[in-house]
């Protein structure tokens, strides 16, 4: 009985807390409003935070066997050493015959687009992936329809994707049906579920037979890397012992190509391929582990400027609340009483803040998904990870929040607190540390954001030594189409120039590497783009010294080359026409000025360019500027009557070169949004404590108006106390901020040099935002009737 009794008053007590602090946040209901609004805003970005780094760093962790599953990386000399995502097709079948410590392995490869129909449909798809059997035995995924084990077996089935299988097939079972795929029929075996949390983003899975018996050169060609190459092991111990064996295996089998070696083999866990971004050729999506825990950290610091508005708030209000505490003291209410009164305020703010800024995630959630190309969804229930982390966010924060005030108010002396000895809207040392600390963050992303902004315009303003502007660039499976094209088009007006090439620019794709290490040890290496004559003209590429391919020249299409001024720099060529290439036979013909095949982020590397007309994937048209619509009708004209029903696709050079900026326009965006939300958190806590400090200055305020004080006047006295807190936050914010810009403009090779006009206008807009705010705030008293100012007590 006695112990229900006690639970009983417990009950109670808890009661009274919670309906006491729901009557101060209703007798406060302006202050209440921002704390919870600007509390909603950062829980809600900190949700959307949680879900994007929960998925990044879930990638690939759910197969059953994953902790065994490892994808061999090699490391090739290309200017420099460089770990590479792809290897030769032999190596898997040869791995797993040398070493015991191999249960299985699994090549995963991706040649270019395939024409897929089915019925009256063709689509050009790229995301069809050749696959060995083993593949559905060391990685998990789940069947919707029809059967994955052994599905690979044939060469006449494939696997789909749900969403290839809805795009062909509806709501029909497409299982038992045929699709045709470049010319070959393609029984549907079964569909997959795809997890949005794995690198193997496959619409269409066939089998590896079809590339290694079609063409029984890959099993014996160790020279051209085109496959990810899986390997399960007995245990993931042995990756090391693996590791150390591997320099005999690459010894026996791995010939030098070119000049290039491929002289070290290693391997590396699945579940962090995704977060490996250093990997060049890779088939597999990127990210970076960066990136998850900068967005992390962003989160919990935005989280603690909104708790800082609720700490100040309640701080500064604590002579408005200082007779309650001081009644509440005098008739013998404890210490632990009032602190527990104090955090069932916050809690109750907590939990009113999570209710919003659920509603808030929900509403950002579509754009914050097209800013990171994600499909996150809120999932409370069928994830325990979000019920958690939402309750553990709500414990955050009432931690947070509801710790200090508590704990500062339950000390008061009544004595002190009766004789108001305690000012309202004064900022205290901590009040100003904390504010100090939100100008900080706030003024670091601002100048982050600055500088981030003039690299971008740095990137648009910079002449990249070849003009982009008006090309088309058509997707083109079959060379021999080059032929016809051209001379379907040569005559239409608008166009001035026509020829092709194995890769548009873009982040390596399409284009090959050769190399040549010397007698003397010195290694030569070169990017190789295959093109078709016209190139430099379609493209705006000036030559140095010697001429462009001829057709006049019969030799060029088998000895001759054009190389680039880097190329000719690093060679030590004073005059480099006619000279043989090192590593083959051909020779010199032109010299291109230098030109920015890649993101400006890379230096200006070697570059070889040869005539291959077999080997070209890509029409590149040049346009002139006006009649662009009609032009582009006219190409698609021609096209289809030449193409055969093959599917016409195109894009603007232009365009293609803007996603090798891909990463900096995200970093931008992100910068923008988390900056704005931050400095709007700020201001929010600068609007409540410079309406406390008016409130509690009313009766003088009045007085100054009536001997003449103007707005101006009354915005000085008052912003005068976050004057302080703001420079210091200025003179910390500047060092940091200095010191990560110039790491992250160290990754460029050309970037915009960093000035003092970034960190200026940040303290200079930081200053104008806080008086702006404060001015606000003093012209809404001055509008008010001057009686009522006079009247305060």
Known sequence: MELEGAERRSGTMIGNYLKTALRNIMRSKGHSIINIFGLSVAMALCILIFLLVRQELSYDGF????????????????????????????????????????????????????????????????????????????????????????????????????????????????????????????????????????????????????????????????????????????????????????????????????????????????????????????????????????????????????????????????????????????????????????????????????????????????????????????????????????IGLTGLVVLISGSYPALYMSRLDPTSILAHHVKAGALTVLSKVLITMQFTLSIFLMICLLAILRQLQYFADQDLGFDATNVLVVSMPDSGMLGPMREALDDYPQITHISAASSSFGPMRGLGQIGHTDSSGKRFSAYEYHVEYDYLPTLGIALAEGRDFSRAHATDETEGVIVNEALAREMGWEDPIGVVVPGGEARVIGVTKDYHYRSLQYELEPVVLRL??????????????????????????????????????????????????????????????ISIITLLVALLGVYSLSLLNINRRTKEIGIRNVLGASTFDTTALIGRQFMLPLAIAILLACPPAYLLLRLWLGMYEFNAALGVGEFVLAGMAALVLVLGTVAFQVWRKNASPLVESLMND
């Open 612 to 673: 291959a007309p077999d080997r070209i994937r890509f029409l590149l048209i040049r346009t002139r500027p006006e009649g662009l619509p009609q032009t582009l009708s006219t190409v698609k004209s021609v096209w289809e009557q030449i193409a055969g029903g093959l599917p016409f696709e195109y894009y603007f050079l232009e365009d293609d070169i803007g996603r090798f900026y891909q990463r900096e326009r995200l970093l931008g965006d992100v910068a923008l949004y």
């Open 63 to 390: 197969h059953e066997k994953g902790a065994n599953v490892f994808r061999v990386t090699q490391t090739a000399f290309m200017g420099e050493y460089r770990t590479i995502g792809i290897t030769a097709v032999p190596l898997a079948p040869a791995l797993e015959d040398a070493y015991a410590g191999i249960v299985r392995s699994v090549r995963y490869a991706n040649t270019g687009p395939v024409l897929v129909s089915y019925e009256n449909v063709t689509i050009r798809e790229e995301t069809v992936f050749y696959a060995d059997p083993g593949f559905f035995e060391i990685l998990t995924f789940q069947a919707v329809a029809g059967y994955l084990e052994g599905a690979l077996e044939s060469r006449s089935q494939v696997v789909l994707n749900e969403k290839s299988a809805e795009k062909y097939f509806g709501d029909a079972d497409p299982v038992g049906k045929w699709l045709t795929m470049d010319d070959r029929k393609h029984l549907v075996a079964g569909v997959v579920r795809v997890p949005a949390n794995t690198i193997f983003q496959f619409d269409f899975l066939i089998s590896m037979k079809i590339l290694t018996e079609a063409d029984g050169n890959w099993n014996r060609n160790w020279s051209q890397s085109i496959a990810a190459t899986l390997v399960e092991l007995t245990s993931p111990e042995v990756a090391g012992t693996l590791e150390a064996q591997f320099p005999e295996f690459v010894e026996k089998h791995f010939p030098r190509f070119r000049g290039i070696d491929a002289s070290v083999m290693g391997l590396q866990p699945l579940a962090s391929i995704y977060l490996d971004s250093s990997i060049l050729f890779d088939l597999f999506p990127k990210s970076d582990i960066v990136v998850s825990y900068v967005l992390g950290t962003l989160g919990f610091l935005l989280l603690f400027t909104a708790c800082i508005n609720f700490i100040n708030v309640t701080l500064g209000r604590s002579a408005l609340r200082g007779k309650e505490v001081g009644v509440r003291k005098t008739l013998g209410g404890t210490r632990a009483q009032l602190i527990g009164q104090f955090w069932g305020e916050a809690l109750l703010v907590g939990v009113a803040a999570l209710i919003l800024g659920l509603s808030l995630a929900h509403l950002m959630l579509p754009g914050f998904n097209g800013l990171f190309a994600k499909d996150l969804k809120i999932d409370y229930f069928d994830n325990a990870s979000t019920l958690l982390a939402l």
